[in-house]
């Protein structure tokens, strides 16, 4: 009985028996059975669909989420705590890229009212404009048959002898005396307007006796103040005539002043009756 009992435990020896993978061991190699993993799988194929783009939007944001919970380590899943942190995280970049859009919205809302703003600023300055030429227009038109005053020398003898010249003797008082002079100056007619109060005054030139008599034309002139010393002291002059017409040049109202001269409207420093 014992001589049995040991020829069966020879043949079951543990020692003896070598596991099934033997058989097909190599010198040099790895067993060909199941291995335990080792650390994070590598995802078989790129992700493609991620953006090449210089800021993350919300789609590239989810996809790399749901890769990286694909490939996580089975061994060592991804704590609770930074999973919430993740969502909290896509949370925050979907909040962002909705306060974007609405910003950009505003944005372009914003230019939109300013060009909108800006074309009727336009055509009001437009309208404004020809409203002030109407305006002036009919002003211009309001002048015909008075006589029109602006800077200058110039006055206006009519047929029957009739002319009106303006002047400012500013301070000084006296004497006055108008002289109707040619091109070169030199004194062709003249006449005493006797007392002279200052400031703008005008005289009637059928008023006066003209030596030599004065006929119809245009004239230059000067006008001048005898001072208490008896010196004649040169006043400041303006052109004076009656308005005979109105033309437009360019949309601007054009006055005509005795048969020749031409006045803009805007150049005119009264108008007296």
């Known amino acids: 009985m014992i001589t049995a009992t040991r020829n069966v435990a020879s043949v079951f020896d543990p020692n003896t028996i070598k596991p099934s993978y033997a058989t ?20 078989s194929t790129k992700l493609s669909g991620l953006s090449k783009t210089s800021a993350m939007g919300q ?21 609770g705590k930074d999973m919430a942190a993740q969502l909290a995280q896509f949370s925050t970049v979907e909040q962002l890229i909705t306060m974007n859009k609405s910003m950009e919205a505003q944005a372009a809302s914003a230019g939109a009212t300013a060009e909108a703003i800006k074309g009727l600023e336009t055509a009001q300055n437009e309208r404004a404009d020809e409203l002030a030429q109407l305006i002036e227009g009919q002003m211009a038109m309001g002048t015909v048959g008075k006589i029109g005053v602006t800077l200058g020398n110039t006055t206006f003898v009519d047929k029957a002898g009739n002319g009106t010249v ?4 500013g301070t000084q008082k006296g004497a006055g005396r108008i002289s109707m002079v040619d091109d070169k100056g030199r ?6 307007v006797g007392d002279v109060k200052g400031g703008q005054m005008a005289f009637e ?3 006066y006796s003209w030596t030599p008599p004065l ?8 006008f001048e103040v005898a001072t208490d010393g008896g010196q004649w002291q040169a006043a400041k002059t303006y052109t004076a005539g009656r308005i005979t017409g109105m033309r ?11 048969d020749s001269l031409s006045v803009p409207m805007s150049q005119l420093t009264q108008v007296r009756a």
């Open 248 to 258: 437009y040049e360019s949309g601007n109202p054009i006055l005509i002043i005795g």
């Open 215 to 222: 006929t119809p034309g245009k004239y230059t002139y000067k």
């Open 187 to 192: 004194t062709i007619s003249s006449a005493n």
């Open 166 to 169: 303006v002047v400012d003797s």
């Open 24 to 43: 097909t061991e190599t010198k040099g190699a790895a067993p060909t059975g199941a291995t335990p993993p080792v650390g994070t799988a590598e995802p």
């Open 59 to 79: 789609d590239e944001f989810l996809k790399m989420l749901v890769a990286q919970l694909k490939n996580q380590d089975p061994l060592n899943p991804m704590d």
């Open 205 to 207: 030139l059928g008023d």
